[in-house]
Structure formats: C-alpha cells, structure tokens
C-alpha cells in the first residue's frame, strides 16, 4: 500500500494561516450494498487503526452502522455507511482537582496550511480503506471553518454583505455563507507513493 504522503499547501490555504480556521474532509460514498450489511465487520480494521494511533479515543454508535470517533488530539471521524467525515476541532482541555471547580487551559491555536497537512495523513487511512475494501467516492469535499471580524473580511464579501443588506434598511448583524467553486486547480496536493 502507500508508504509516504507527501503534501504541498499552497494559495488559499496558506491565507487562511491568518485566521482561527479548522479543515474538514467529506467523502460521499457510493451505494454498495455488498457492504451495507457488513458495514460494521468491513469498518473495525479503520477503526483499530484510528484507535491505534491515539492515546485517547472515544466511540459512539448512531444506529447499527453509523459510528463517531473522537480523539483528544481533536480528529474526529463520522463514518456511515453513504459518507465519511474527517475533521479536526480544538478541544479545550480541563484540569480536575479534588474538591475545586475545573480549570480550562489555555489552547494553542495552529496554522491552517498544518492542520490540513496533519489531516492528509489522516485522510491516507480512509484511502487505504477504501481501497482495500473497493468501496467508490462519488464526491470529495475540502472545508474550512472560520469566524471572521468585520474588519478581516476580504471588500469584495464586505460589498455583499453591504448588498445583502439594502431589503432591511439596516447592516446584517450576522451572516453565513457556504461558498462552493468548481476548482480548476486545487490549494493541497497530496501524493501517495505506493511501496
């Protein structure tokens, strides 16, 4: 299988280094019923492989074939039978004393162009198993999660946020966007050379 992974983060990806951002991997599976009644038995060795490489795993079942995987490290997996999700949140960690309210610490945010390179190594799991299992990805996404101030907004979304304003009369006091391109080129190339 696969002995290296070699990632090169590039564009937007690097800009979002400014920012308190966090990546995401989903990939849409295609139906295959071969599988779906053995989802769980097909699942495990993904499974004791996430296992096997953290210190502190949690696992929860939604249903007979849905299951989240929490690491303290901040991977978190959610893998169903039609969609596998890989993504990394900050986790705020606690200290417990006897007889005390808990403390949090203090996180140390990392640098987008890191955290989707250390998620490339993460997703090369989910390759292999598909791979291996011969299970087809209909659609792959590549997410970025961020709050941004007014004053970090890029003026061409100040312009249409100030646009989407005008119905009401008054600024937008929030606003969400999902914005889907097509991508000609692409902000990560991941490699996998095979051994």
């Known amino acids: ?3 290296t992974v070699q990632v090169e983060v590039r564009g937007l990806a690097s800009w979002l280094d400014n920012f ?6 989903g ?3 295609r139906p295959n019923f071969r599988i779906l ?3 769980q038995n097909i699942l ?3 499974l ?6 953290y210190d502190s795993v949690t696992f929860e079942t939604q249903g007979t074939s849905a299951f989240t995987v929490k690491s303290k490290s901040g991977f978190y997996y959610e893998l169903s039978p039609d969609n596998i999700v890989i993504k990394f949140t900050y986790l705020v960690p606690e200290e417990r004393r006897v007889g005390q309210i808990p403390t949090l610490k203090e996180v140390h945010p990392q640098a987008y162009s890191q955290l989707l390179i250390n998620l490339a190594l993460e997703v090369k799991k989910v390759l292999m198993f598909f791979v291996e299992n011969e299970i087809l990805v209909r659609r792959v996404g ?17 312009n249409l946020i ?14 969400n966007a999902a914005l889907t391109p097509n991508l000609q080129k692409t902000d990560l190339v991941v490699h996998f050379s095979k051994g």
């Open 162 to 175: 100030e646009y989407l304003s005008k119905p009401w009369g008054s600024s937008l006091i929030k606003c």
């Open 44 to 46: 495990a060795p993904l």
């Open 48 to 53: 004791e492989e996430i296992y096997s490489t």
């Open 37 to 39: 009644f053995n989802y």
């Open 20 to 25: 308190l951002a966090v990546p995401m991997v």
């Open 1 to 3: 299988m696969w002995e």
């Open 142 to 158: 590549v997410v970025a999660e961020l709050s941004m101030s007014r004053d970090s907004i890029p003026p061409g979304i100040t």
């Open 27 to 29: 990939f849409q599976i």
